[in-house]
């Protein structure tokens, strides 16, 4: 069974940093279709930073050079650097992966697609 677990989120101050960290148990990270996502109360979700399906990383504009997704081979997790944290940054953010493609690009929604339970990070002005 594919479990992925969030961790590290947390309340810090606006201009704050914070680091999430995502573990897989029966599952292990691949290279590509790899991503953290974020969901803020009445807003949909959306993707954050993700490696797309030749693994190469791809940022929200709204968190370029702020964020940074990284891959930790040895602990088998998925992190996620933030920096220069805003109010606006707060959200519950997830961790994703998945073996599927759609349109050319990674599927998130599909049947072979994993989702951890999320994290809740929020900044305070």
């Known amino acids: 069974q594919v479990q992925l677990v969030e961790s590290g989120g947390g309340s810090v101050q606006t201009g704050g940093s914070l680091r999430l960290s995502c573990a897989a148990f029966?599952?292990?990270?691949?290279?590509?279709?790899i991503g953290w996502f974020r969901q803020a109360p009445g807003k949909e979700r959306e993707e954050v930073a993700y490696r797309d399906r030749y693994g190469w990383p791809r940022y929200a504009d709204s968190v370029k050079d702020r964020f940074t997704i990284s891959r930790d081979t040895a602990k088998n997790a998925l992190d996620l650097q933030m920096s220069n944290l805003s109010p606006e940054d707060t959200a519950m953010y997830y961790c994703?992966?998945?073996?599927?493609?759609?349109?050319?690009?990674?599927?998130?929604?599909?049947?072979?697609?994993?989702w951890g339970q999320g994290t809740q990070v929020t900044v305070a002005s």
């Open positions: 994703a992966a998945t073996q599927e493609y759609r349109l050319g690009n990674c599927n998130w929604y599909g049947s072979r697609a994993y």
């Open positions: 029966g599952y292990t990270f691949s290279t590509s279709c």
